[in-house]
């Protein structure tokens, strides 16, 4: 086993007075193996203590054999981490031959270990785009920086000098392949792209109206939507919040549509989706030559891709604290760069931003700049959750329905009431991302006529349990007077009269009897 605290004394032999200690090297009784000073060839070891004692001796021998034992311990050590890692890595010595290559390596870079080992790393790589050898030269090390060592090739590196007496004796890089990560956000890119495009075409084909596809009479998403309205033909920059899955970013692109910039791009890009050293260069794009392995023709970021349109910043939140203090400065010099250039970009693009998260308190935790939050929030819309607007839950059901009996082929099921009983009272944590979510696996499995409470999915029944205390499964409202709990059990359930009696706790026909009473 290796052992970092031998002492001296541990391997010492009992003192001979008779022993010639000008022969032998003294050292302290107290050090330590891995503390000894270079050894003097063939001299054997006299351990003294403070008082000048001497205590034992050490044969020479016997320390060559402890450290080439503990030398044989910790090489296999070292095999076996760089075996039991998942990342490449490279060791070079003092003069850039390769000492180390291991199995993540040979998968990256298609160079086998026999092949590569004991030659100089340049006879495989360019100089310039190896920094385990700029770590060589300046004796500085890098951290979780972004580099592309081979064309095709994308890594996150740290790559730090091995330091000995204060001289550098050779440098270690561990590289972690993002190749897949950087081409699937590109493929990304390009699909949204085309998604969005695909749906452009469909919605100018649909309606006129920019917010046609917000479903809901709620009065809180009219008020959303009639806030949305009214600054979609202003310039001003928009933060949307709330939950996930209530809709921000249908909002964001109803706001882009109504604007004088609609004839512009809308592009957005997820603070949450992108690793951190990526970002600045998806944001801002790279001159030609801007880092090594960067693209010969340079790279266009988000900002350049939205000029004369709409950039959306969704998961603001997620976006690193450094990244905040640079879109900061380019709201405020209404200016940017890209990576490696020197001239200045005007800034034309409006920002439209979202969040799930309570700025408010990660302004208070340190986690994002007010000052950005003010550039961001000129006016602000809250989206409101499902829970809050049950009123659309019907309508929203029935939309559902509609488009996946037509995307599977299938008729449209009718909707036993006690199934609508329950969609309006469930909580929807998810809102209308897990509304359609359950009403896509209802289409698919659901060969009946009419949807019964025994197609509902088990994660939908699971939750529905969790939720029974808040969502006020047993009673109707209190209000003042019958009519006036007909009417809201009647706008709870959309119309749906068989649900609105469920709701009401009497048969359908009281209902009716009650409607014509009422004159509803």
Known sequence: MLESKIS?????LPWDPSMDVKKMKVVSEK???FDLPDLDEGKDLALQGDDGVFSGWIPFKKIVQVIFQQWKICRTYYETLICAVDHAITAVDREGNIVSWNHKSEEIFQCSHDEIMGKPITDFFEQDSLEVVSVLKNGKGVIRKYHQPYPGVSVLINALPVVLNKKVIGGISVEQDITDVVRLNDELSTTFAYIRDLEDRIDKKQSDDPFHKIKGRSKSIRKAVEMAQKVATTDASVLITGESGVGKELFANAIHKSSSRSNGPFVDINCGAIPAPLFESEL??????????????GKKGKFDMAKGGTLFLDEIGEMPLDLQVKLLRVLQEKQYYRIGGNEPIPLDVRIISATNR???EMIQEGLFRQDLYYRLNIVSIEVPPLRERKEDIPELVQLCLNEFAIKYSKPVPGIDSEVMYRFVHYHWHGNIRELRNIMEQIVILADEGVIQPRHLPASFVKNEGRNSSDDRLNHVPVVDS?????????????GNKSAAAKLLNISRSTLYNKIRKYNL
């Open 482 to 494: 019958e009519e006036s709990r007909i009417r809201e059990a009647l706008m709870t359930t959309y």
């Open 8 to 12: 001296l004394l541990s391997l010492a």
């Open 31 to 33: 050090g330590l193996l």
């Open 284 to 297: 801002f794009g790279y001159e030609k030559g801007a880092f090594t392995g960067a693209n010969k023709e």
């Open 358 to 360: 309570n700025l408010d």
